[in-house]
Nanobody, 120 residues
């Protein structure tokens, strides 16, 4: 079992910034990819950003230049720095990680989600 605990969401005015954190714990052999997804009311969950264990990043076009994803492998933690926030960034943000268990099987886990609300 791999558990993810997110923190850092909240209410912010347009143009403001937030930093989300997510720490993984449990029994796993490795964490290969960590990332953030979001789901707005009435919409499907969508990718925000991912980062591999070697530091390669991928961003959704909608957040490029405004968000930065990073990770601390020693702490099994991923961060999402969000700047110049817009009302359309309002959503529940979910942490995600993928990797391998000690048995060699793969896993994919989700956090419980943290609400980000951007007021205009």
């Amino acid at each position: 079992q791999v558990q993810l605990v997110e923190s850092g969401g909240g209410l912010v005015q347009a143009g403001g910034s937030l930093r989300l954190s997510c720490q993984a714990s449990g029994s796993f052999f490795s964490i290969n990819v960590m990332g953030w997804y979001r789901q707005a009311p009435g919409k499907q969950r969508e990718l925000v950003a991912t980062i591999t264990s070697s530091g390669r990043t991928n961003y959704a076009d909608s957040v490029k230049g405004r968000c930065s994803i990073s990770r601390d492998n020693a702490k099994n933690t991923v961060y999402l720095e969000m700047n110049s926030l817009k009302p359309e960034d309002t959503a529940v943000y979910y942490c995600n990680c993928e990797g391998a268990l000690g048995t060699g099987s793969r896993y994919r886990s989700w956090g419980q989600g943290t609400q980000v609300t951007v007021s205009s």
